[in-house]
């Protein structure tokens, strides 16, 4: 069960499990708190749109301050639904930020390094976050549709235990918000496809439209790791059911900013 908090104006949720290791800095942020106006309104974390340069940083220094954070530092992915996880280094630091996003296709982030910001962007795709409480490796994970069929949660894992040596039961997970069974309307393709990946418990027929579960998915992923089901927060909060408070592009025919999972080791 994520945490909502308030604090200055910002709204932001925050994971129990993680905060209690007192080995990161982290949330996930909400629409409250920004500087951005009209469909953008406020906290929007999208460069690249019809909102200014201007506002999307103030964001981000607005969020960093929230979560104690060095904004200069902050590690932006670049998000192309693929399965690629960059491990970040100190020499990545800013990137996105400030300086112009240098990676070609980076969905996650991992890094054992303190005091780097991983950030990942938001609106209905599904954050990941991922903590490993006895080595201290954080990572982040964005998994659409599309990556969640190619399993980039699980991957994440894997690499988690190759590069860094973690063990399954060590590992904390969180899925955050992002869109539910219950506005996730897809195509008979792309139901076929989450049957054929995940069984038929990932998919409900309302009506004569299927519905997707993503997060029923990226939860079978994460146990068949051998993460065990305790250390899995599956927050369950609908994007498109909060679009009040979340940033949601089906709700709003993609009129929207983008939310932010932020993660950083201390
Ligand atoms: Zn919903």
Redesign the pocket.
């Known amino acids: 069960m994520f945490k909502l908090n308030r604090k200055n104006g910002v709204a932001y949720y925050t994971i129990p499990s993680f905060e209690a290791t007192g080995l990161v800095k982290h949330g996930f942020s909400t629409r409250e708190g920004g500087v951005s106006g009209g469909c953008y309104s406020s906290m929007n974390l999208r460069f690249n749109c019809d909102d200014s340069h201007e506002n999307v940083l103030e964001n981000y220094k607005i969020m960093a301050n929230t979560f104690g954070m060095d904004y200069e530092k902050i590690v932006l992915s670049k998000q192309v639904h693929e399965d690629n996880i960059h491990t970040v280094t100190n020499c990545d630091a800013g990137n996105g930020i400030m300086f112009e996003n240098k990676f070609k296709s980076a969905d996650g982030l991992i890094t054992d390094i303190k005091g780097i910001p991983l950030v990942t962007l938001y609106a209905d795709c599904v954050p990941v976050f991922f903590l490993d409480k006895n080595i201290g490796v954080a990572a982040l994970s964005h998994s659409g549709w599309r990556g969640t069929v190619k399993r980039i949660a699980e991957k994440t894992v894997e690499k988690m235990k190759k590069d860094y040596g973690s063990k399954p039961e060590n590992i904390l997970a969180a899925i955050g918000p992002s869109?539910?069974l219950?506005?996730f309307e897809v195509g008979d393709d792309v139901a076929e496809i989450f049957i054929k990946e995940f069984g038929d418990k990932t998919v409900l027929k309302y009506g004569e439209r299927y519905h997707v579960s993503m997060q029923k998915a990226i939860f079978m992923q994460l146990t068949e790791t051998g993460i065990p089901e305790e250390n899995i927060d599956d927050c369950g909060i609908?994007t498109?059911?909060n679009s009040e408070l979340l940033f949601s592009h089906r709700k709003t025919n993609g009129k929207r900013g983008n939310l932010g999972a932020f993660i950083e080791l201390i």
């Open positions: 869109i539910q219950c506005h609908c498109y059911c």
